[in-house]
């Protein structure tokens, strides 16, 4: 079964406005996530690293005050979008990294659908 | 930095005939390598992973791959491909020096034929 949870898998969103992304650790409690943006035909480009309990870290070149990570508890990290513009339209992606019992395994959500109209 | 190249953005390969997806990498220290398959529009399926032990490993549907430090490569194998095992592959790569994300490889694409 799922061991990560994502949802919505797909959105649609008019420009300006705000959207969030959910993601669920199923099976374990994670104290880090990890954010992945995917645009057609290309490869995952890590956005940020959820932490629980404290501020995420941005990659560089990802704008923090746009894509706002919250990492409330340590089975679920949101990641909201904020003024949404078409360019932001894309797939995103989280993942989980699993127990020292599954080998540190890293586990992917479905991924979610976002598309600013 | 750590980084990952897949040299072929698409393999085709006839149905039953083995396959081989090419992987190489670079990072710091010792890698933890790791191969997930994407079908259309959904998410990442763990393949396998290679972090320490024998070189050659055994993941889900039959894959394999070999690690090789020498080459720095971690390529993916199957004996006999199924017109199912066409979809999207990516290589990943971790390691211990501080980042803890995967860093991904640009991908490719697997086609097999009936």
């Known amino acids: 079964g799922a061991v990560v949870s994502q949802h919505p898998s797909r959105v649609i969103c008019k420009s300006g406005t705000s959207v969030k992304i959910e993601c669920r650790s199923l099976?374990?409690?994670?104290?880090?996530m990890f954010w992945y943006r995917q645009f057609p035909k290309q490869s995952l480009m890590l956005m940020a690293t959820?932490?629980?309990?404290?501020?995420?870290?941005?990659e560089q070149g990802v704008e923090k005050d746009k894509f706002l990570i919250n990492h409330a508890s340590l089975t679920l990290s949101t990641l909201t979008v904020t003024s949404a513009h078409p360019e932001d339209s894309s797939f995103y992606i989280c993942?989980?990294?699993?127990?020292?019992?599954?080998?540190?395994?890293?586990?992917f959500g479905e991924g979610s659908w976002l598309t600013v109209v | 930095a750590q980084s990952v190249a897949q040299p072929e953005d698409q393999v085709n390969v006839a149905e039953g005939n083995p396959l081989t997806v090419k992987c190489t990498y670079s990072?710091?220290?010792?890698?933890?390598l790791f191969w997930y398959v994407q079908y259309p529009n959904r998410g990442l399926q763990f393949l396998l992973k290679?972090?320490?032990?024998?070189?050659l490993v055994k993941g889900s549907y039959g894959f394999e791959a070999e690690f090789n430090k020498s080459q720095t490569s971690f390529h993916l194998k199957k004996p006999s491909a199924l017109v199912s095992d066409s979809a999207l592959y990516f290589c990943?790569?971790?390691?211990?020096?501080?980042?803890?994300?995967?860093?991904f490889g640009s991908g490719t694409r697997l086609q097999v034929q009936p």
């Open positions: 290679y972090i320490t032990g024998d070189n």
């Open positions: 990072v710091s220290g010792n890698p933890y």
């Open positions: 959820s932490n629980e309990g404290s501020k995420a870290t941005y």
């Open positions: 993942s989980v990294i699993g127990t020292v019992f599954s080998g540190n395994t890293i586990y």
């Open positions: 990943a790569v971790r390691d211990y020096t501080g980042r803890r994300a995967l860093t």
């Open positions: 099976d374990f409690q994670a104290t880090t």
